[in-house]
């Protein structure tokens, strides 16, 4: 199993950043597949990006191209999301996850997730 706790979230303006982190304990975490989901009031879970074992390759969702980044920390079992240029459409509670297989948007291919951290943007 894998254990995911996410931290970074808050409040911040329209046109701001803000740095999510997603620590991991447990399983090797090298050996997944890990993403980020947000899900807003309302409103289904997003896949926001993905990033694959090594960190070479990388997913992300139309609406945050450009605008997130996606990275990874094997050594500290750490998954990043820079997220810059940020937009009021952004604030959703954001999730990490952890994946057996292969790179997806599709949080339905995701083993483990960790509870979420609130972003909140205001305009």
């Known amino acids: 199993q894998v254990q995911l706790v996410e931290s970074g979230g808050g409040l911040v303006q329209a046109g701001g950043s803000l740095r999510l982190s997603c620590a991991a304990s447990?399983?090797?975490?090298?050996?997944?597949?890990m993403g980020w989901f947000r899900q807003a009031p309302g409103k289904e879970r997003e896949f926001v990006a993905a990033?694959?074992?090594?960190?070479?390759?990388?997913r992300y969702a139309d609406s945050v191209k450009g605008r997130f980044t996606i990275s990874r920390d094997n050594a500290k079992r750490t998954l990043y999301l820079q997220m810059n240029s940020l937009k009021p459409e952004d604030t959703a509670v954001y999730c990490c996850?952890?994946?057996?297989?292969?790179?997806?948007?599709?949080?339905?291919?995701?083993?483990?997730w960790g509870q979420g951290t609130q972003v909140t943007v205001s305009s």
């Open positions: 996850a952890a994946s057996r297989g292969l790179m997806s948007s599709n949080p339905d291919r995701y083993d483990y």
């Open positions: 990033i694959s074992w090594s960190g070479g390759s990388t």
């Open positions: 447990g399983h090797t975490f090298s050996n997944y597949v």
